[in-house]
């Protein structure tokens, strides 16, 4: 995911790398499991914390950028929850 051209964003990288595994999580869990709840939980507060982190990288202002960051750590806890569960 690194470039030459633009240096690396280890957040950007880290988070995009999560949802693909989400993603393929999902399908497994769809797929192979037959497991419909739970699996739709994960995939959607799974892939929204790197659309988060990416929507505070075009943050209006620094509150802005704080608070779409905190949304990103709230779906991070919500993610855990449902892997746990």
């Given amino acids: 995911m ?3 051209n633009r ?3 280890l957040l950007k ?3 995009l790398g999560f949802a693909i595994r ?3 999580l999902n399908k497994y869990l769809v797929y ?4 419909y709840t739970i699996s739709k939980q994960i995939l ?3 892939t929204n914390l790197g659309a988060m982190v990416r929507e505070a990288a075009n943050a209006e202002s620094s509150v802005d950028f ?4 905190s949304i990103a750590q709230k779906e991070t806890g919500e ?7």
Avoid: A
Avoid at 66 to 69: A, F, G, Q, S
């Fill in 2 to 4: 690194e470039n030459r």
């Fill in 7 to 9: 240096k690396p964003d």
């Fill in 13 to 15: 990288d880290k988070t």
């Fill in 22 to 24: 989400i993603v393929n």
């Fill in 32 to 35: 192979e499991k037959n497991e």
């Fill in 44 to 46: 959607r507060s799974g």
């Fill in 66 to 69: 704080i608070h779409k960051l």
């Fill in 79 to 85: 993610t855990q929850y449902w892997l746990e569960l």
